[in-house]
C-alpha cells in the first residue's frame, strides 16, 4: 500500500504518524524561536544598565519566551510524541477520532501564528503582560493596546487544541488497545500520555474561564479583576494558578514517561516497579490540583492557608523521588548502553533532582517568601523544564528519531549536542540560584552594579550561548540524517514494546495484523509471532473540513481584538459550516 | 549514585544478560517513607515559621504604610504625619509593623536583608513586621512585575540610631520656608506652578497635588526616580528635562521644561531640605 | 463521524469510543462551569452598587422556565426511546418538541436579559451583573447549541436519514441536553433559590 504524497495529502491528513509530524516540526519551530527570544534576553542581561534592546521589547521578550515555550513548543512536542507513538504503542491503526485529531493540530498551528503574528504588525504589538497575565497590570486601564488581547485570544484558541487532543487520547488509550493490552500492560510513556491527557482536559477550562473574564473587562468593560467596583485581582491568580500548577505536571509527566521507556531498553533491564512508578504519576496528578497556592504564598492569604499549600506540597515530593528512585534502581545492575537517548535520559534524572529539591525549598514560605519572583525561582524551573522536560523530549527525540524516519540520528553528532546542552544548561541557570539569592528579581530589563550580580549574569549568558551553539549542532544532525544517516530496522535499539515490531517507517496501516498481546513487554517476552498474509486494511481518506473548522476559531477571535461585532457572526459561521460538513461527509474510522 | 550506577554497569561485550528483577515491594516502602520522614522534619518548623512571621507587631510599634504605584513607593507614617517616597527610615531595635497596598496594579514590596516579601495588591493590606538589629542602608526593590519600568522601582531602607530616627522626623515635619524675593529659589518655585508639577506634587505648604511623589522634602532623599539615580543636580536635570527617556513608561511626562526656568526649578528642589 | 460503523468496532473498554469521549468532554464542562458558578459564590454580596439579586430576580417567571427546561430533558428521553425502537414517527415529535423546549427557555432568558437591563442590571453595573450574565449567559449559548443540534436530528429524521441504526448519535445528543438540564439545575437553585 503507497502512501500519497502531494500538499493536499498533508493539508487534509487524518494520519496520526502524518499529524504527529506536523505537531513536531512546528513546534520545534517555535521551540528555535523561544529560544532565540531567550537569547536576546541574555545578550540584555549581560551586563548592567544594558541598552541592546528597550525596556517595553525585553517585557514582550520574556513574556513571549515563556508563552511560547509552555503553550506552543513544550506541549506540542509533547503531543507529537503522543500522535505518533502511542498508537504505535498500544496496537492500534489510528487514533479513536482521526479528524478530531487533524483539527487539533490546525487550532493549534492558527493559535500559534495568530499571537506571533503580533511581531510582524507596525511597532510589533506582541504581549507583554507576562505568561501569567496577572491582573490588573492586564487590564485595559493599565495595558491599552492590542498586546494583550494577542495573549488572551491566542491562548485560547490554543486551548480549543488541548481539549480536543485530551478527549482523543483518553479515548484513543482506554478504547483502542490491541487484545491483551491491559491497563497494567500499557507501556509507560501511554500512561503518562493518558494522565497528561486527563490534567489538559480539566486544567484547560479553568483558565478558559479566566481568560474569559479577562477579555470581558478589556472589551465590555466588566470588573472581574478590578478593585474599582468590588473586583479582585486576587480571583485571577486563584484560576490562573489553579490550571497553572496542574500544567506544571502537563509539561513534566510526558518526559517521565519517555525516560521510563528509554532507561529500560538501555539498561536491558524492566522498569523496576512499573507498578510504583505508574501510580505515582497518578497520584501526582491528583495532587497537582491542590497546591496551586504555592505560586502565591506572598499574596498574603493568611497562616493557615499558607501552611496547608506547604504541606501539600511538601506531599507532591514524595511520588516525585519514589520515581526517580525507581529509575535509579532500573540502571542498577543493568547493561547500560550510553547512547545519546540515554545520556540524555540520564542527564534528566540528573537535573530534574537538583530542579525538584530546590523546588522542595521554597515549599516552604518563610524561604519561598525569599526566594519567590527572583532569579532563584528562574533557576528552579528551568531545572525542571529545561534540564527535565526538554532533556527527557531530546531523549524520546534520539529514541524515536529512526522510527519516524527510518534513518538513525548520528550518534558523534549527539554527543556534541548532549554535551554542549548539559553544560551550557548548568552554566547558565546554577549561577540563577545566587543571583536570585543576591536580590535580583525576575522580570527586570536592566539591574544595577551595586547589585552584585554582574559575574554571574555574564556567565549565565555565555551558557545561554553554549545552548544555542547546541541546536545549532542538533538542526545540523537532522538535516545531515536526512541522507547520510544510517538505515535503522524495525528494532535498531532492541526496544521492547509494540512500536518497534513494525517497519520504520510503520505504513499508513501500522500494523498488518493487530498484535495480541500477553506481557508488559512484548519484543522481549515473546518473539514477534509470525506475520499473516496482510489482508486489504482500509485506511480512511483525508478531510478538507477540520482545517476549515479550525479556521473559524482565529476569524472569530479578530473579532475582539478589533472590536468589530459582525466578524464574530462570520468566524461562527465558517465553524459550523465546517462541523457540519465534517459530521456528514462519508468517513469510516 | 547515578553516576555510580552509570559507571559501573555500563555494558560490557559479551557479558550475561541482565537479571530482569520487576519490583521490590520493601524497596519500594522505604524509599517512600525515607522521603516522607525527612519532610515531616521540614513541615513542623516551616509551619512554626509561618505563624510567628503572620505579620503580628506587638502594640507600639512603629507603623509605616507602604502604596506602590507604577513605578515608585510612597511612604506614610500615620503616626507621624509624615509622607514621604523610596527611601524609609526606621529606627533600630524598635519593632515596625508595615502595611503594604497598591492603588494600580500589583507590586511586591521586598528588602532582602530585612525578611521575606509580601505583594501590593489594590484593595488588599498585607502585614509585615520587624525589627531591624543592626543600623545600615538596605537596597531593595519591587519583584512583581508591573509594567514597563518594573525594574526601576526600586526603594532603600534606613536603619538610623535612635536619635538619628528622631532628627529625621523632626526634618520631615517641618514645613519648607518660603524662598526670599528675587532668589533663583522662588523663580523656581513659580515654575513649579507654571508647569503644572502642582497638579501632581504635593509640597507641604504649597501645592497638594495626590499623584506623584511628594516633594516637601525631596532634596533630604539620596536617590530620585523610584530609586534609580543619585539625588545630583546633574540628574535631577536628566529627569525633569526627559522622565519617560530616563524610566521608560514614567507618567510623568516630557514638559519641555525651558533651560532657565529648569536651573531654577532644580534650585527650588534643592532647597527643599 | 459517521455512525453505524463505529458502533459496531471492536474496543477495550465495550464502551462506544465517541460516548466515552463525550463523557470525557461533560467532565471538562463541569470544570468549566465549576469556575463561573464558584466565581459567582466567591462575588456574591460584594457588589458595592445595586442592583441587588433579592431587588431584581423574578423567581416565579423563571421557575416556569426551569419547568419547561425539565420538561425538555423528559422529551429527550422519550425521542430516544422511539428512536430506539425504531418508531421514527414520534421519534420527529419529540425532538422537534424538545428543540421547541429548549426556545421557549431561551425565550424567558432574553425576556429576563432584556428586562434587567430596563432596571439598571448590566454587566458593567456591578459584581453580580458580571458573574450573574456570564454565568446564565454561557449556560444560554450551551441550550443554543443543543436547539441547533436537536433541530440538525429533526431535518435527518424529516429527510428519512435518521434511524434506530443512528441511535448512538441521538443518545450523544441527549447527554448533552442532561447535561446542560443539569447544570440549569444547578444554577437555579445557588442563584435564585439561595441568593443573598
Known sequence: MSEATGLKSWLTTTDHKRIGKLYFWTAFVMFLIGGFEAELIRIQLAKPENTFVTADTYNQLFTMHGTTMVFMALMPLAAAFFNYIVPLQIGARDVAFPRLNAFSYWVFLLGTVFMNASWLLPNHPAPDGGWFGYATLTERQFNPGPNIDFWLLGLQILGVASLAAGFNFIVTILNLRAPGMKMMRLPVFSWMTLVTSFLMITAFPVITVALVFLMFDRVFGTHFYLPSAGGDPVLWQHLFWLFGHPEVYILILPAMGVVSEVLPTFARKPLFGYTVVVYSGVLIGFMGWGVWSHHMFSVGLGPIADSVFALTTMLIAIPTGVKIFNWLATLWGGQLRLTTAMCFALGFIALFTIGGLSGVTHASPPADLQQTDTYYVVAHFHYVLFGGTMMGLFAGMYYWWPKMTGRLLSEPLGYVHFWLMFIGMNLTFFPMHFTGLLGMPRRVYTYSHDLGVDGMNMVSTIGAILLGIGMIVFVYNMWRTRTKGAVAGPNPWGGATLEWSIPSPPPVHNFDVIPTVTSRLPLWDSPPAPKAPPGHVHVPGGSWWPMVAAAGLPIMALAPLTRTLWIVFVGGAVLIYGIYRWAYEPFEV | MLLFSVLRFRAREGAPAPAHHHGHTTLEIAWTLAPALILVFIAVPTVRTIFATAGNAPPGALRVEVIGHQWWWEYRYPDLGIVTANEMHVPVGKPVSVDITSTDVIHSWWTPRLGGKRDAIPNHHNRVAFTADSVGEFMGQCVEYCGSSHANMRLRTFVDTDSAFQAWVADQKSVPAVPAKGSPEEAGRAAFMKYGCIGCHTVAGYSSGPIGPNLTHVASRSMIAGDIMMNTEQHLHDWIGNPPGMKPGAIMPNLHVSQTDLSALIAYLQSLK | ?196
Not at chain 3, 463541569?30 to 469556575?35: P, R, T, V
Not at chain 3, 421519534?91 to 429576563?112: C, D, N, P, R
Open chain 3, 1 to 196: 463521524m459517521s455512525h453505524a460503523a463505529a458502533t459496531t468496532h471492536y474496543t477495550s473498554m465495550g464502551l462506544d469510543s465517541r460516548k466515552m469521549g463525550f463523557w470525557a468532554f461533560i467532565g471538562s464542562e463541569c470544570l468549566l462551569f465549576g469556575s463561573l458558578i464558584s466565581t459567582y459564590l466567591v462575588y456574591q454580596g460584594r457588589s458595592v452598587a445595586g442592583p441587588t439579586p433579592s431587588q431584581i430576580l423574578n423567581i416565579p417567571v423563571t421557575s416556569i422556565s426551569t419547568f419547561d427546561l425539565l420538561m425538555s430533558s423528559l422529551w429527550m428521553v422519550l425521542a430516544l426511546a422511539a428512536v430506539q425502537r425504531g418508531d421514527m414517527k414520534w421519534a420527529k415529535i419529540w425532538l422537534l418538541g424538545v428543540a421547541i423546549g429548549g426556545s421557549i427557555f431561551l425565550g424567558f432568558q432574553v425576556y429576563e436579559f432584556s428586562s434587567f437591563v430596563r432596571e439598571g442590571l448590566t454587566m458593567q453595573a456591578n459584581l453580580f451583573g458580571c458573574t450573574f450574565f456570564i454565568l446564565t449567559g454561557t449556560h444560554g449559548a450551551h441550550v443554543t447549541v443543543g436547539v441547533l443540534w436537536m433541530l440538525t436530528l429533526w431535518v435527518r429524521a424529516m429527510q428519512g436519514k435518521l434511524g434506530p441504526e443512528h441511535a448512538m448519535t441521538v443518545e450523544i445528543a441527549g447527554l448533552y441536553w442532561h447535561f446542560v438540564d443539569v447544570v440549569w439545575i444547578v444554577i437555579f437553585t445557588l442563584v435564585y433559590l439561595l441568593h443573598k
